[in-house]
């Protein structure tokens, strides 16, 4: 049988055999799976990377690991997952987030709707439930020496230093401090009050059918005159004089709501409102 020649373009696609028989031969599957194994060839393209890239690539990877474990045990593992409700705002905190903070205090609204598609008691987020019925009161607001700790979710939206009595998680520390203030608002320190509210209330009467006739103004605004005038004149001995004024300002109700619109913000970002105390503290 005649043997037979290798053509120009044999078993290599086109490539000569001068050329093919001068290209180096393959490495053996054996090495090229040591060399797979090497941690350096896995380290190599981390390696080439800046050191503030790599350390954000880190960063992100574990905060998303986080997030998506916390899913997982709100959803399946935490002890109020049989509690009806929407499954997203049992997983996360975006839905009380997005009415809150985007649509500025709306959430209400939607617990609302809530309890109308999933009965009395509500999942409203991973942390809370909420209750429309009456039965459960005196369980909600227990007293005598039931404990009752605030949620902290909810005392990092109250606006104020964490120190103070109206941002204090612990029941008995929160106890100790009203225990300080409670005598000035006991119902016999109150009823001495009694005359001086009624003073600014019958001025305030006066001064809303006077101003009235001129035009058309915002009787929130009066209100607030009137609270502002009372509490100041109790706390501070003497009252700072706004229903005495020609007009209605200044007051404090638009400093006030732009303290309150932050309110929801603080609690989903609560670093904010400790950025906040110490730009006041070295002012």
């Known amino acids: 049988m005649e043997e037979r020649?290798?053509?120009v373009a044999d078993e290599g696609h086109g490539v000569p055999i001068s050329a093919r028989l001068?290209?180096?031969?393959?490495?053996?599957?054996?090495?090229?799976?040591?060399?797979?194994?090497?941690?350096?060839?896995?380290?190599?393209?981390y390696a080439s990377l800046p050191l503030p890239v790599s350390l954000l690539l880190v960063a992100t990877g574990t905060w998303i690991v986080c997030q998506w474990t916390k899913i997982v045990y709100n959803l399946f593992f935490h002890p109020l997952r049989h509690i009806p409700g929407p499954r997203l705002a049992a997983a996360t905190y975006l839905p009380e987030f997005y009415y809150d903070v985007i649509k500025s205090g709306r959430y209400t609204r939607r617990i609302q709707q809530m309890h109308q598609q999933y009965g009395p008691?509500?999942?409203?987020?991973?942390?809370?439930?909420?209750?429309?019925?009456?039965?459960?009161?005196?369980?909600?607001?227990?007293?005598?020496?039931?404990?009752?700790?605030?949620?902290v979710h909810q005392v990092l939206g109250s606006g104020v230093a964490e120190h103070a009595t109206f941002s204090t998680v612990s029941h008995d520390v929160h106890r100790m401090r009203r225990g300080a203030l409670a005598k000035f608002f006991s119902r016999a320190q109150v009823s001495h009050l009694e005359p001086t509210v009624r003073d600014l209330a019958s001025r305030l009467c006066d001064k809303i059918l006077r101003v009235g006739q001129e035009a058309p103004f915002d009787?929130?605004?009066?209100?607030?005159?009137?609270?502002?005038?009372?509490?100041?004149?109790?706390?501070?001995?003497?009252?700072?004089?706004?229903?005495?004024?020609?007009?209605w300002e200044p007051n404090f109700r638009e400093p006030l709501y732009a303290q309150l619109r932050l309110v929801y913000l603080f609690r989903f970002i609560p670093f904010l409102k400790h950025a906040g105390v110490a730009m006041a503290m070295y002012e």
């Not at 008691?121 to 020496?145: K, L, M, Q, T």
Request: charged share 20%; aromatic share 6%; net charge positive.
């Open 5 to 7: 020649r290798p053509s």
């Open 121 to 151: 008691i509500v999942r409203i987020n991973p942390s809370e439930v909420h209750c429309s019925d009456r039965r459960f009161i005196e369980e909600i607001y227990a007293g005598g020496n039931r404990k009752r700790d605030k949620p």
């Open 219 to 247: 009787v929130t605004t009066a209100y607030s005159l009137f609270t502002t005038d009372v509490i100041s004149g109790y706390c501070l001995g003497e009252n700072l004089g706004l229903i005495a004024q020609q007009g």
């Open 22 to 45: 001068a290209m180096p031969a393959p490495p053996p599957l054996a090495k090229i799976l040591a060399v797979a194994k090497e941690p350096y060839v896995t380290r190599t393209a």
